[in-house]
């Protein structure tokens, strides 16, 4: 496979330097390993070393989805991490042909999860209020070619959902408890209803709205993430950790 | 949505109580809430409010993935669970038309995730040396309709694989660094390696051999899940919790 | 050192399967490795190895404190878990001359290592309302000689407390909000406040209630104890885990 | 109770600015809020409210032993954390009148721990091979009063443990399995071992060690300490948490 304009690549020159670009004829890429020109990337294969104008050498590399995701998108706000994101989209049974409803867009982090795994049959209806973020993340889409997958909508949510016979709602809202009969209504018989919530009153009043509005196994859980430092001998946790990102409710249509 | 011959139905009784059963003609399914035939809930809609024969009601909900891949499986081995399931298919880049190499097979649970997400167009090639629990992951994936996106290969991981080109490899086996060259070579470019892992010291040899072997951005991380128990004024976390299922490894070709 | 009449004695036949005995003459001891009567221990070095009546070898120890007031003190309440009651100690500065005050007693769990680490002139004063929890407590601490260190009050601590110049006031009560006020009268300057709370909302309402209250340095934090099975090669933590036991609230009189 | 020469005084100005300071007459004290003079704090009360040069209000409070430890110690090396150090003492049963042997001292942060606990009968052995270390120890030992009760030995614990009939044995050493048949014999029947370790190799080392040598009742765990930042409708845990301290080995000898 070989790098072709306006591919997303990523830079390896060692386990902690790495760096993902946009390759566009004309464009150099300055590091402190040295300049690299676009033009010595396009035709090359991935895989390939090269190096860098002082001769540091560094392999091309295709990323993957969260690379992008986590760290070329544009961010104005808080992002779902890769844990959270991904246990929403397994139990709300995110797959090819979904059709998913999900607000607030914010950064479309979330978004471009969801959409690359619907593709390319399904649609994310991605519901947000601030015309701005629209616009990140429709940018933040269409550099994954995702963009065709979403229908973004400028609208506040809890002013009703339109879709219908939809397979998940996905709230990562700061009151979702104000949405949960719009979301019921749209969502068909055992679609899934799934919020990340930072704080633990949030979950509490969420599952109990969840549970006022009809919704059925209605759970809450968090997922703590701990990376390892591996070297023969001394392995070991890492020192500092993430201590909390959000919690997670799920419930479902009966 | 009606329910049809074949299908997977959840029982719903209670948040405590609630079954999944195949919809057969002529079947009778007994609970200590009561006896359904198959014929009392053919041709009914999803949603419906019915009565057992002692009149008890309950609820005719649609299944999702997870609850009929954890619930309904037949089980011959212990089970990827699904925080780590969920992980290892995001980092993984597993979505549709996704080209997937596992091993071992198991009794498929796994299998059944990157089937579901792979469709249409994408393959899962699942090695597995017992020829038992191939049939059982077989009849595991068929009964979610997965069967024609698997190609279930009675054949030692250890030995080679096949495949070239492919996106990611998953490994859940007792000694994965012994295939990780297999692992190396059938990879493209950017494609990941995922392994997961009961004992720290599994991880400690398979990232040393990561290493050893090419790959890149290896890291070695573990999920904690911890669920609450949400009442207004009583909220708390369970007073149990899994402590541990497996850590989880992933690498990739550079 | 020898066994005598009236101590407690820990048989260890193997790492599962160990037992405290109290040792009084003419007493026997059956277990389903045999039976072992008082006389055969009295007079024995600590240390020896002995035999029941069937020929099954065990050894003579000395037990822990924690041995003994989790194993042996009878139980009536939920009692609070060594790895809370040793941060409380250490956190509230409990040592040899401490004046502590505690609410409520319940089993005496807490009341016994306060107890243990007052010794010989320090005293801990401990409220509650129900008098069977008290004679309960009463014989558990007796049984570790540890009476003597304690002043145990039927009465209800929301109604006041009578010490002045308390070092630490320690609380696992089900409303600690209601008492703040009395503990800030009672301590000292830089005293330290410890509550026990299972669950979040108590811990919103007593961290709140301390701020106004004057407390300073409000801290809320729990631990999780997480146990390793470990073995040469195949070492991991245990699959089950005590996933909550409570909430720990710190603060300060200024 | 009123300030007096050499003490050890805490300075509360707010949740986020407290300073810890020896009062030595002549000296002063600069902060952010302006300068104290120690004649300023002489013969104050304990609790008064006080105003620097520029008219910043601040309490003096009395500081808690761990205060002065974690916050007023010099430190050379890496400390145990309160957390462990809380659980080693309880576990190892470290009360008035405990004999206990420590290695190495380190910056001596739990030798002030244990030597504060076994006041005023007891003793706490602290073997530590690098001079310049045990000359820190002692002087922080010395701030808290606590020097008499410690019998610093600059000695390498692997050539043998000199006393007998010890109450626990304390490690935190690199290689605490060099030591074990030491403090097997060092200990009385009962007593109690507890090693801190970083990696999770040494904990496998370490516990196989400990069973071949002919410890019983061999333990691994860690904690994990979560702090919770909490405001009423807005309560979560903190977002950052230190991932990893160490692991804690407990055994006992028969």
Redesign the interface.
């Known amino acids: ?1 070989i790098v072709q304009e306006g591919d997303l690549v ?1 830079l ?1 020159f060692s ?1 902690d330097r ?1 760096y993902i670009v946009k390759v566009t004829r004309g464009s150099t890429y300055s590091f402190n390993e040295g300049v690299i020109r676009a033009e010595d990337l396009l035709g090359r ?3 390939e070393v090269l190096r860098t104008h002082i001769g540091v050498k560094f ?1 091309v ?6 690379d992008v995701v986590y760290r070329k998108f544009e961010r104005r706000t808080q992002v779902i991490y ?2 959270d ?3 929403i ?5 995110v ?3 979904s059709r998913i409803v999900e607000a607030g867009t914010g950064s479309g982090c979330l978004t471009a ?1 969801l959409a ?2 619907v ?2 049959s399904g649609v994310v209806y991605t519901y947000e209020v601030r015309r701005e973020f629209i616009e990140v993340a429709r940018r933040n889409l269409r550099m994954l070619g995702l963009e065709e997958y979403v229908v973004f909508k400028e609208a506040d949510v809890r002013e009703g959902i339109e879709e219908q016979n939809i397979d998940a709602v996905v709230l990562d809202l700061a009151e979702p408890w104000a949405v949960l009969h719009h979301a019921y209504k749209a969502l ?3 679609g ?1 209803l799934a919020c990340f919530l ?4 949030q ?2 009043r969420t ?2 709205e969840a549970r006022r509005t009809g919704f ?13 430092k ?1 070297r ?13 990102t959000g ?1 997670l409710v799920f419930a ?3």
């Open positions: 496979m990523l390896y386990e790495h294969h991935y895989g392999r590399v295709r990323p993957s989805l969260l890769p844990k994101a991904a246990l989209a397994l139990k709300a049974g797959g090819p042909g999860v690359y795994l593709r390319p068909r018989n055992g899934v930072p704080t633990i009153n979950v509490e599952v109990e059925i196994m209605v759970e809450a859980e968090e997922l703590l993430e701990r990376r390892y591996v023969r001998g001394e392995t070991r946790p890492e020192l500092r950790m993430v201590g909390h919690y479902r249509k009966p």
